[in-house]
């Protein structure tokens, strides 16, 4: 029998994904524990107890985050029209609880504040990838029991090298997932795929294998680290339905600066900055969707070092 926990799980997610789209909307109490198919009794609890947010405190922040990255693209909106369309009523109030939230107000954060915000983000990631105990060697030996899912060949490190970025058009396609909820770039997102592909393999989706994609649902430079969300995806045809903890979202497709990794789970983060640190000099700026690792039909994992290789892409549009 399925563990039921998994069922809650699905339908977490599915409020948090909700959310995420239709910020705009009322995101009351009754509305979101419609999409859960609970009772709003019972709902509110849950949620709290499994996401450690209560669901006002859930809505209030993804809307300043997303407000908060929206601040900062060209050419500039007015601080009315973000406030509108993320659900707030007037200027006045969405400046209050941006202060509370940043420190800082809208416009202070479109002149550079947000850079202080964004490095205490990545100083919180890199203490704790530095406290992360699980040795890489497990995570590696993990894998290769396993090699009908993860292949093993021995693969070259890009760490250091130049960043050859290419703009590509990546096709829409229709996923199933897992999602993990915590820092990017630790331990928990290797134990995540390994869970995942066995999963994958019992539904007849790895011989042959298919696209794979591992989608970052959060901005680590704006979220905190325990609640960023991944999502481990394998493409599905119109006909699968999701069932425990899977779920079934839209990959949407289109314009995205796609650059080629390779090396260890530890350092794929590290490369995710560097790809956002090429966007000032690029003529493009990111775009309003997640970015998107591609895993290929002949993914590979090196058995001496851990290494793997993907693409990694960010939506992106001209400035």
Not at 142 to 149: E, I, L, T, W
Request: proline fraction near 6%.
């Amino acid at each position: 029998m399925d563990d039921p926990r998994r069922a809650y799980v699905a339908r977490i997610n599915r409020v948090t994904d909700h959310i995420d789209s239709h910020l705009a909307e009322p995101l009351d109490l009754a509305t979101l524990a419609s999409v859960a198919h609970f009772s709003a009794w019972h709902f509110h609890r849950v949620f709290q107890s499994m996401t450690g947010e209560t669901l006002a405190d859930r809505v209030r922040r993804r809307r300043l985050e997303v407000a908060a990255a929206r601040l900062l693209i060209a050419p500039p909106e007015t601080v009315l029209a973000i406030a509108l369309d993320v659900g707030f009523g007037s200027a006045a109030v969405f400046t209050r609880a941006f202060s509370a939230h940043f420190d800082v107000t809208p416009t202070a954060w479109r002149r550079g504040a947000f850079r202080a915000w964004a490095e205490g983000r990545r100083m919180q990631l890199r203490k704790i990838h530095q406290a992360d105990r699980m040795s890489p060697r497990a995570v590696i030996d993990a894998f290769g029991q396993d090699a009908h899912s993860w292949p093993q060949a021995p693969l070259p490190r890009s760490s250091g090298a130049p960043m050859k970025v290419e703009i590509k058009l990546l096709a829409p396609a229709r996923v199933a997932y897992m999602r993990h909820v915590g820092p990017y770039g630790s331990s928990g997102i290797a134990q995540l795929w390994q869970r995942f592909a066995g999963w994958c393999a019992g539904q007849g989706f790895m011989q042959p294998r298919r696209l794979m994609y591992g989608i970052s649902q959060d901005n680590a430079d704006l979220t905190p680290p325990a609640v960023c969300r991944y999502d481990a995806c394998i493409e599905v045809d119109a006909d699968f339905r999701p069932a425990g903890e899977i779920g079934v979202q839209a990959l949407r497709g289109g314009r995205f600066a796609c650059v080629g990794f390779s090396g260890t789970s530890g350092e794929i983060h590290g490369a995710w900055v560097r790809l956002c640190d090429w966007l000032p000099d690029s003529g493009f700026q990111a775009d309003e969707a997640p970015p998107v690792e591609v895993y290929g039909k002949d993914f590979a994992i090196d058995a001496e070092t851990g290494a793997f290789e993907c693409e990694l892409c960010m939506p992106v549009r001209a400035l």
